[in-house]
């Protein structure tokens, strides 16, 4: 079985400029995650989907970041503009919705200069 | 809502010696609960997970943890690390009911010494 898929592995961006991250989850798994992972703390749910609906968004910040699940298959989340405090790690995950199900990919370390 | 902690952001241990990571957890609800692993530059992988029945959970390369629901705790034991156990471990609480969504711990960072 093919695992999740994130590209790009690694992306440096200047502030202000535009980013975005792209996944690709097992296939067949209906729900689909997006963690932000700041160096030194946990990963932070930023959104959930189920298919191509979104279940949870309460941490996305919603004035820059976006993030859409055409066809309820591919993810992609987008960052405009970007901030410094936005460097981290990208994780993307996804579920067949059995408790414990995850499966996480490798991430997008982004670093903004 | 709920919350996850662990105490400890870093563990040093001999190589072949013991070791427990400390993990608590809150809930306003009953809870499932996870250990994940995180290597250098890879993504997270689950080492184990209590759902219910027994509080002993046994998980992927030796390591096992107990839930211990009066203490709200779940600690991650090895009886002998080691060096590939180096790595970043995360405790993570899923509450029962409603979508699945996952709620991870700062992380404890566990060096295994030579």
């Known amino acids: 079985e093919a695992g999740v898929a994130q590209s790009p592995r690694y992306k440096i961006i200047e502030k202000r400029q535009s980013v975005a991250f792209w996944c690709n989850p097992i296939?067949?798994?209906?729900?689909l995650y997006w963690y932000q992972q700041i160096l030194g703390q946990g990963p932070k749910l930023l959104i959930q989907?189920?298919?191509?609906?979104?279940?949870?968004d309460s941490q996305l910040p919603k004035d820059r970041f976006s993030a859409e699940r055409l066809k309820g298959v591919d993810s992609t989340l987008k960052i405009q503009p970007a901030k410094l405090e936005d460097s981290a790690v990208y994780l993307c995950?996804?579920?067949?919705?059995?408790?414990?199900?995850?499966?996480f990919g490798s991430g997008t370390r982004l670093t903004v200069v | 809502a709920q919350s996850v902690t662990q105490l400890d952001s870093q563990v040093p241990v001999f190589e072949e010696a013991p070791v427990e990571l400390r993990c608590n957890y809150s809930?306003?609800?009953?809870?499932?609960l996870f250990w994940y692993v995180q290597y250098p530059n890879q993504g997270l992988q689950l080492l184990l997970k209590?759902?219910?029945?027994?509080?002993l959970v046994k998980g992927i390369n030796g390591f096992e943890a107990e839930f211990n629901k009066s203490q709200t705790s779940f600690h991650l034991r090895k009886p002998s690390v080691h060096i590939s156990d180096t790595a970043e471990y995360f405790c993570a609480v899923d509450g029962i009911g409603g979508y699945q969504k996952v709620t991870f711990g700062t992380g404890t960072k566990l060096q295994v010494i030579p």
């Open positions: 989907f189920q298919n191509n609906g979104v279940v949870d």
């Open positions: 809930s306003s609800v009953s809870v499932y």
């Open positions: 296939s067949g798994h209906a729900t």
């Open positions: 209590y759902l219910s029945g027994s509080t």
């Open positions: 995950a996804s579920s067949t919705g059995v408790i414990g199900g995850y499966t």
